[in-house]
């Protein structure tokens, strides 16, 4: 073992936590690349599965060990050994009308990670989860982790991601503890998820706010979801559900008119009505069946769903068993995000 190593049990012994070294799927990913500088920023080794060479360069430059492989394909057990804790973050997010893909990423790959996270002695293991699991497109109003799956979920996204979400937690006990972190709308600092996807939107013409984007919704930046999957780890209960969020909902058009203006973006004013583009989500989606995929709708359900309603999550399991309290503030983040821009033009 090395010193590094030493420092970390000491560290991680101080604050109550049983952690030698941490495993982390998904580490090139957005989510991955902050969980990463996270824990290596508190001196806890991380081990992260890289599926390409550029996914080890970006690793490596983080600080974490890269393990090559795939999540079905690669004997991951060997990646995991002298790892106390897994962070399972890859997934297929993709909110179209769902793949053979998507559906082999988030079932059967969540799969294969937690038999190895078994056979490699993890004892701890934080499922990232989402929100969208509930999602059918109906609105979600201050939900909590009681609020069941429906019955008929949006679509693939939130079908995959349920399933997986189930099968993780069907894996909590004998030696493992298994928790799951549902979080909305991550944002901040180097995101390379919902902010590209608005300003793509905008450059081509296509944004327009859903019935003028007065809604509202849960957010919860990319520093508030490591400060709480840290929680998670250290004082999470084994086969509980844990919804993340920064403090309060906030109307999407003021909070998505913010994050494009740190772009130097302005937003337009163009407005559709919601209940135009829920018929055509659903007339796409069964055309989309019937077709056999040949036919291809611009707005599928899944996408509706999950950016078209009001979403905002109850936050208050999370304080109360984790002490979970969001440690940056919108404000703050935006304005980290505006000053990082006006780095990167000097």
């Known amino acids: 073992m090395t010193e590094r190593d030493d420092a970390a049990i000491a560290a991680a012994t101080a604050v109550g936590w049983p952690i030698a070294r941490i495993f982390i799927t998904g580490g090139s990913g957005y989510v991955g690349r902050n969980l990463i500088r996270h824990f290596v920023g508190k001196a806890i080794p991380v081990t992260a599965l890289a599926r390409s060479a550029k996914s080890e360069r970006v690793v490596a430059e983080l600080g974490a060990r890269p393990f090559s492989g795939d999540l079905i394909s690669a004997d991951l057990v060997p990646g995991m050994e002298g790892c ?15 793949t053979e893909s998507q559906q082999r990423v988030n079932e059967e790959g969540t799969k294969a990670v937690f038999k190895a996270a078994r056979a490699g002695g993890i004892q701890r293991a934080i499922y990232l989860s989402t929100e969208s699991v509930l999602a059918d497109g109906r609105p979600l109003i201050n939900v909590d982790e009681r609020h ?3 019955r008929r979920p949006a679509g693939s996204y939130s079908r995959s991601k349920a399933a997986a979400e189930r099968y993780a937690l069907s894996n909590n006990g004998g030696g493992m503890d298994v928790i799951v972190v549902r979080p909305r709308f ?15 939107a905008v450059q081509s013409g296509q944004f327009a706010w859903i019935s003028g984007g007065d809604y509202l919704t849960t957010t919860i930046h990319i520093a508030n979801l490591c400060h709480g999957i840290e929680l998670a780890i250290a004082r999470g209960k084994g086969g509980e559900i844990y919804f993340l969020g920064d403090e309060g909902p906030v109307r999407f058009r003021d909070f998505a008119t913010a994050l494009m203006a740190t772009q130097g973006v302005t937003a337009p004013e163009k407005s559709v009505p919601r209940a135009l583009l829920r018929f055509i989500a659903g007339v796409g989606d069964r055309l989309y069946g019937l077709s056999g995929g040949k036919i291809t709708a611009p707005l599928t359900l899944q996408s509706f769903a999950t950016s078209a309603v009001t979403i905002t999550l109850n936050i208050g399991k999370a304080r109360r068993e984790l002490g979970y309290a969001p440690i940056m503030t919108r404000e703050a983040g935006l304005a980290e995000m505006t000053a990082n821009l006006q780095n990167a033009a000097q």
């Open 84 to 98: 106390d804790v897994l962070i399972h973050a890859a997934a297929d997010t993709d909110h179209g009308p769902g």
């Open 148 to 150: 069941p799956l429906p």
């Open 186 to 200: 991550v944002w901040g600092r180097d995101d390379t998820t919902a902010l590209p996807h608005l300003l793509g």
